[in-house]
Nanobody
Framework: QVQLVESGGGLVQAGGSLRLSCAAS????????VAWFRQAPGKEREFVAT????????YYRDSVKGRFTISRDNAKNTVYLQMNSLKPEDTAVYYC?????????????????WGQGTQVTVSS
């Protein structure tokens, strides 16, 4: 079994930065992709960014392009989300998830492994 653990969330003022980490442990970790999602109160969980474990290709939702950067360290089994120029609308619980099947941005229900989430709060 694979466990994903997020860290790095917190309270930051608008315009500030945070770096989230997603560390994987357990059986040999070799997903197809690892993605970040977020869920704000009263809203559905939404896709934020994804990265290919093999070649590092990335993809972002439009609202975070140019502000967020997803990266990975295969040796550490860790994925990062660098978030700059944060806005109050970025406030949410952020989750990482691993996909082991086909497809670069699959439907949310196809992600096999999820972390417990980390809270990000951006004050105005």
């Amino acid at each position: 079994q694979v466990q994903l653990v997020e860290s790095g969330g917190g309270l930051v003022q608008a315009g500030g930065s945070l770096r989230l980490s997603c560390a994987a442990s357990g059986r040999t970790f070799s997903p197809a992709t690892v993605a970040w999602f977020r869920q704000a109160p009263g809203k559905e969980r939404e896709f934020v960014a994804t990265i290919s474990w093999s070649d590092g290709s990335t993809y972002y939702r439009d609202s975070v392009k140019g502000r967020f950067t997803i990266s990975r360290d295969n040796a550490k089994n860790t994925v990062y989300l660098q978030m700059n120029s944060l806005k109050p609308e970025d406030t949410a619980v952020y989750y990482c998830a691993a996909h082991v099947g086909y497809g670069f941005v699959p439907p949310i229900d196809e992600y096999a492994y999820w972390g417990q989430g980390t809270q990000v709060t951006v004050s105005s």
